[in-house]
């Protein structure tokens, strides 16, 4: 028998990193359309894997 393995609980982002996505995602909306933006690209643009 296998036993479920733990999953860890997402930690909320600190204010100035929640900022940093927003302004990032909003920049990439007004550089692209905003259908063809993707959570990847906003990553990237963040430099997150």
């Known amino acids: 028998m296998r036993t479920a393995s733990k999953k860890t609980k997402p930690q909320p982002l600190d204010k100035d990193r929640e900022k940093q996505f ?28």
Request: hydrophobic share 55%; glycine share 0%; charged share 25%.
């Open 22 to 49: 927003l302004q990032a995602a909003l920049d990439l909306f007004v550089r692209r359309n905003f259908a063809s933006v993707t959570i990847k690209d906003i990553a990237l643009e963040c430099k997150v894997n």
